[in-house]
């Protein structure tokens, strides 16, 4: 008996080895889209030249539109951005309206978007919605015809469970319904949301049959595709979140007319350009950092990149005349920077090289983090199924919070080689696309938001931690 469980263990633990191998693969299909990384030499060469001068978008803004603006997750990552080219292409600031749960607090955004009206609104209570869109506006712009750009989100990658799917559900699709129909009762013609890529990713099931030299769909080519076939099961997105953006994309495109023109951007994930961004603002903040995906190629993207693809898409949705539709109306597009996509390697390694703040990188294996994923995720599930009242006698019975919380398993299927391809938005309106010309390169784009860092940062004890807590917007503040 003892010789059969100690083959039986040795098997484990062989085969636990053989998926932890097959997790660090890299796909011949990912190897011929991102065939170069990232030297010291191009990042510093880059990160100088970005010094001397700041990438310009300005000359890449479609032309200003007499037109009023309703930007609701106006002070966030994309949101912000959008409110910041908007008013760079000359939009005079009282024409624009920040709607969110959150006031602004981004500090390039304190003088140059201090004439912006801010109105605080819960967009998952349909009257706090209404209350902000029917706020009067000043009597110089009263008149002009409404854009709105819809940019908020409650994102939580890390839960599948149909559980939880109401805790994205009343801001992600419920609250995106809520501003769609303010918005087209408020007299808007044009109405752009932000989604995400991650829409378009199959999960994948990660551990391998022991013939496998890699996980299935363990690398994936990610478009608009699975717009025109029926929306899948809950069960092929790769977590809730996903699944709320897809039902909120289908609502909005399907309320696309020649009368209230619509459309959704897709980013390629991740979006990166602010602290508070998810790939370079949070290894910043953390300082030290571990990671099993490090290997892993997906095309990040530029929140500036992601507002200027905004701006283009309404430019689209108004070339035609008013009772003809573009081609583009009514679609979601992907959305990247340009270039290959890139490792998150990359980036790390040129937060280690260029921050003036410590940070290190500290690689961990993925079989071990994943079966404490599975553990989390199954503690959650036993927790949610437990009634109320036991749960308030038992305080110990409860999900774990922060970093721990986000260690489950869709993260880690959301974390897969994902190749962003955006053809289909840089096709000409005449195409059918929306003429999407982005900006910065991924590697200028991290160059930059270094530098930015490093202004503020230079010559200070940053604490662990302290960025996170002075930057740090409420889960429930809805911005992207």
Partial sequence: MAMYLIVAVALLVLYLFRANSALKTVPDLVRKASPHRWTKEEVQETYERVKKE??????????????????????????????????????????????????????DMLDKAAGCEYVKADISSRASVEAAFSKPWPKS?????????????????????????????????????????????????????????SVGVVPSPLWTWPWQSEPKLYAQIITEKD???????HHQFFSTYALSKAEAERAICAANSPSFRTGVIRPGNPIYGQKSDPIVGANLRMRNSYTWISHVVQNCVNSRN??????????????????????????????????????????YGALEQLAVTPYRCIQVQPVPLLLIAHAIEAW?????????????????????????????PPVFTVSTHAIVDDSAARKSVTEGGIGYTPGCTTLEGVCEELFEWNLEYEGKEVEEGEVWKTEHRAENGHAK
């Fill in 54 to 107: 700041p990438f310009d978008f300005t000359r890449l803004l479609p032309r200003r539109l007499d037109r009023r603006y309703v930007v609701v997750g106006g002070s966030g990552l994309v949101g912000g951005d959008i409110v910041l080219q908007l008013l760079q292409r000359g939009q005079p600031a009282k024409s624009i309206r920040i709607v969110d749960f959150a006031p602004v607090t981004r500090r």
């Fill in 141 to 197: 712009v009263a008149d002009k015809p409404l854009t709105v750009f819809h940019t908020a989100a409650l994102v939580r990658p890390q839960e599948r469970n149909p559980l939880f799917y109401h805790r994205v559900s009343p801001v992600n699709r419920d609250g995106a319904i809520n501003v769609l129909e303010v918005a087209r009762a408020a007299g808007a013609d044009v109405f752009v949301a932000t989604s995400s890529a």
């Fill in 227 to 233: 717009f025109d076939a029926p929306l899948r099961p």
């Fill in 306 to 347: 992601v507002a200027l693809a905004h701006l283009q898409f309404e430019a689209a949705l108004l070339s035609s005349s008013s009772d003809t539709l573009p081609r583009c109306a009514g679609r979601p597009f992907v959305v990247t920077d340009p270039g290959p996509p890139v490792t998150y390697g990359d980036v």
């Fill in 380 to 408: 959650c599930i036993f927790v949610a199924r437990l009634p109320a009242g036991v749960r308030r006698a038992l305080p110990f019975l409860r999900e774990p919070k922060g970093e721990l919380h986000l260690l489950q």
